[in-house]
């Protein structure tokens, strides 16, 4: 089994049909959608796909073949230590609880395994340490 992280880009007239559906009944892939920003206008969904690699390449060609554009998540977050002021301001507006505070050491914690590459923190961060590479 492998895991995948990607965002699916898809046009107004595709916002009403059940697209991740057939991720599921056709092709065996299980999801998790991380993001969502969905209105009548198109919409972006970050999704974490598992399943073979064979059925998560055929899944994502359906996807493209319906007009859906798909992106690998490339983009990951990382934070340097060395700027980190252990404020805690990236814990509070963290959506996957990716960044927590350590209450012993009141140090803050970073689960890269966690992060969906939202760039909340980084663009939360007084003092720059966190970092969206690509």
Known sequence: MS???????????????PI???????????????????????????IEVEGRPAQIGKGIAYLQSIGVEVKELNEYVEKDSSRCTNCGMCVSICPADAIEMDR???????????????????????????????
């Not at 895991?3 to 049909?17: D, T």
């Not at 009548?40 to 970050?46: A, N, S």
């Open 3 to 17: 895991k995948k992280k990607i965002n699916l880009y898809f046009q107004p007239e595709r916002v009403n049909e």
């Open 20 to 46: 991740t559906y057939h991720l599921v009944k056709e092709y065996d892939l299980k999801f998790n959608i991380l993001r969502a920003d969905v209105e009548e206008k198109g919409g972006r969904l970050l």
């Open 104 to 134: 012993k050491t009141w140090e803050v914690r970073f689960d890269q395994g966690k992060c969906i590459a939202c760039g909340l923190c980084v663009s939360g961060c007084p003092p720059q340490a966190m970092k969206l590479k690509v």
